[in-house]
């Protein structure tokens, strides 16, 4: 029998849902195309055979529906129903009815033993295709407190990090998968099967069994089998940068956070030496050292341990824990693909974080006094580009447009760097600004490919007559002048230029967070001040949406272009002049 659950099933924060359509007439009272209601499991095989169970009797609730014609009425009659049946399938389930949850009332006896032999063959062959998906990603989760538990009542605890426990948890998953084997063969008639029991060999080891019947002569992983630190390393920085296309900073500074690991303890220790203790020290070290603490002129020369006890004497400004997470995550990452591999059997640094003082992110924004103050600068009161000469005392046009695209668009300085002039668009007579990897843009998050509404008063100082014209000169970057990307970084010397100099210049005070990103911040603001829809607000910044139904059908551009326009506009933001002629005339 095939359990038809998939299509119902939604899988959220390791938590199962059931998702259904609703019907059309149902959708157009609830003001929803679906609706969305938790199993209570994060158990997939529970959840499959929940889905199923209430997915067979959607009927009776359409039944139901029809006769409601109020929308108060049907959530409070979708929710009843759903929660009954939830309960219901619970109960079924629970004492073990797997058929009988999905029977039909009226199924005759023979039909119901029917039934139930192939719902209990297809609960075992779900829990068979979870066993062996395990074992191909060595993911032991399932067996380790059976480990655990059998070497404790064996009187033989066994380091949870070592070889032997490795080897035990491979051993449990060999049984675990025997017994759904057994269940299966049950439920097609072989009735007489006995499966046999893992047995001890003669030295009292554990050989390697598994459910694909692996060689006993292969390698096990353990301490003496797991690859050497700067070997692992360079591996996973290799296959890292290969997946996503990282850039040369991106790859520099990896390679930085996870050589902390060989700055402490050496390149030829191996991955399975390395235990929580180490974790441990290594988090008190780096609580302790200061920035750049590699080339520190008080620390020179130093081991690693050494430059975390001196820092601590001398009282140096430390690390924050937002720098010292972004290390440990990498970290983290590394061990997690080396438990993927099978070198060990889990992460010692899976515990290992501080907690962040995010306060600063309260003051990431400009206020209305920085906004003024900004624009009000004699950068944004030139008049238009041809009625002055250019001289080598002027400024780079990019200074003029970053700024501003950055307050009308909220797009990031690295995402602002990268636009050309092909970039900018026309669609139903709206213009755009078209972010995608697709047409050689390096983007932050799949989110952030996506369609940018211009607006009407970027239109005005000239952003279409600035396409238009670098078009024409052959330029590639539509900001003239860009600066080049540095270590791979598009929008470093854009940040660099707004944050260490131009503020300071003209008096903004300096706050945590200040930069272009606040532009982003702000805009995140007057879009909801502007009571313009989450949804589509976080498709305009290219946040990706915490909704389901929100990823779901598109955004047109008039949609985009009229939320936009609805922003409120500082009074001196009107008072820039176009910098194009035939602009200044619209």
Known sequence: MRLTAGSYLLLRHHRWFFRCRLPLAVARLAGRQEIVRSLGTADGRIARLKAATIGTRLHLLWTKLATVSDRAALDRCIAEWFQAELDRAFRLLGAGEFAAALLPTEATPDERARISREAYAADAQAALDRLEEDFTSHDFVAARPIARAIATAAGQPLPKDGQ???????????????????????????????????????????????????????????????????????????????????????????????????????????????????????????????????????????????????????????????????????????????????????????????????????????TNKDIETIFSDSLFARPHKSAVAESAHSQPEWHFWAPLIAFYTGMRVAEIAQLRPADVITENNHPLLWLDPARGMRLKTPSSRRKVPIHTELLRLGLLQLADAQRAQGAMSLLPDCPAPVAGDPGKQLSKWLSGRFLKRVGVEKRPGLGFHAFRHGLKTRLREAGVPQEVSERILGHASPGVGSRYGSYSPELLSDAINKIAIPEVMTRIPARFPAAADR
């Open 164 to 366: 032997e426990f490795a080897v035990l948890c491979k051993r449990v998953m060999d049984a675990l998968w025997k017994v759904q084997d057994a269940r299966l063969r049950w439920a097609e008639g072989d009735v007489e099967y006995k499966p046999q029991p893992p047995s001890m060999d003669g030295k009292g080891s554990l050989p390697d069994i598994s459910p694909h019947q692996e060689s006993q002569d292969q390698p096990q992983p353990g301490r003496g089998q797991a690859p050497l630190l700067q070997d692992a390393i360079d591996a996973f920085i290799e296959l890292r940068a290969k997946e996503r296309r990282a850039t040369p900073k991106a790859v520099m500074q990896w390679r930085a956070e996870a050589g902390v690991l060989t700055d402490a303890f050496g390149g030829d220790r191996t991955v399975a030496d390395i235990s929580e203790k180490d974790a441990g020290s290594i988090l008190t070290a780096l609580r302790h050292l200061p920035a750049h603490w590699r080339s520190h002129p008080q620390l020179a020369g130093l081991p690693f341990f050494a430059k975390a006890d001196e820092a601590r004497k001398l009282e140096l400004p430390p690390l924050d824990a937002r720098t010292i997470n972004g290390t440990l995550s990498t970290i983290r990452s590394f061990f997690n693909e080396q438990v993927i591999a099978g070198n060990i059997v889990s992460s010692p640094f899976s515990k290992a974080k501080l907690k962040e003082d995010n306060s600063h992110k309260e003051n990431a924004e400009f």
